[in-house]
């Protein structure tokens, strides 16, 4: 999933500074979006009812007939787009992450990913594609994120993903894809997991919202909040599984290629996922890959 605007994937009202924060995983602190979000969002799009029906499961008042034959995973960060002060922003991940992908790929069967993921030293460190890296500082090696100056060198491993997911992310089919496949390549950056998780806090959206009076004109009394967002440009995975289900007791069972070309139909174009839809929230790009 690419973010074409920012996505507020929320969890209700928060307890810190930030009124309404993003759904987080409790163990990794990775930002994610809820699996039952995105299958109400395609459910949304499904204008054919049994189609709808086969696919997602009846609706509420009848869901003990039987289950959807779509099973869908959260979906996970796998890059954060950062500032940097070369390059614009970074596609920035951590060897946690793309071992927790390949552990996903490797489940899933999809062949062909990057054997390897590198390490890295000290929180000081940070891996690029290749010297052609547009976010390394001309005078030194080095890529400055936010407010961190790292100690950068090429690795081909990162060339490795960058080319493989780039590849899946941006495939022929769409404009431009190999600008931006290109921009991954230059873009992309391998942080060592603590330093991604200091961004994982701190290189979010944070937005002050207000209502305002009707008849003042002016913001009502304690309608003031601050909402998180993950930005435009990131980048998130998931599970989806087709299964066949038998439609009702005596009824016939689906079929799982039906099932995701169904899926990937629904998938086709923009798709509106999380909440605030009504101020731009939310827009995003969905690309299958089968396994």
Known sequence: MHCLSPLHAGTGQGVGLIDLPIA?????????????????????????EALRKMVFGPDTSRADEHSGSAHFSDMTLLF?????????FAWATSPYVLRRLARDLGDLGLQGAPARVPGLDTTADALVAGEGSRLLSSAESMVILEDLDLKARPSKEVGEWAAWLGLRLFPET??????????LN??????????????????TDVTARIRIDEKTRTVADGALWYEESLPVESVLWGVLV?????????????????????????????????GNATVG??????QMVEG
């Open 24 to 48: 987080r995983e409790k163990s990794t602190n990775l930002p994610c979006l809820p699996g039952s979000s995105l299958k109400g969002a395609l459910r949304a799009r499904c204008e054919d």
């Open 80 to 88: 954060l787009p950062v500032r940097s002060v070369y390059g614009t």
């Open 174 to 183: 769409l404009p431009q894809s190999a600008e931006w496949r290109a921009a």
């Open 186 to 203: 230059s873009q992309m950056v391998l942080l060592h997991d603590d330093t991604f998780s200091y961004l994982l806090e701190t290189a």
């Open 242 to 274: 087709a299964s066949a289900v038998a439609q009702g007791r005596n009824g016939d069972k689906s079929s799982p290629a039906t099932v995701l070309q169904s899926l990937e139909r629904l998938t086709d174009g923009l798709v509106q996922l999380g």
């Open 281 to 286: 929230r939310g827009m995003a790009r969905l």
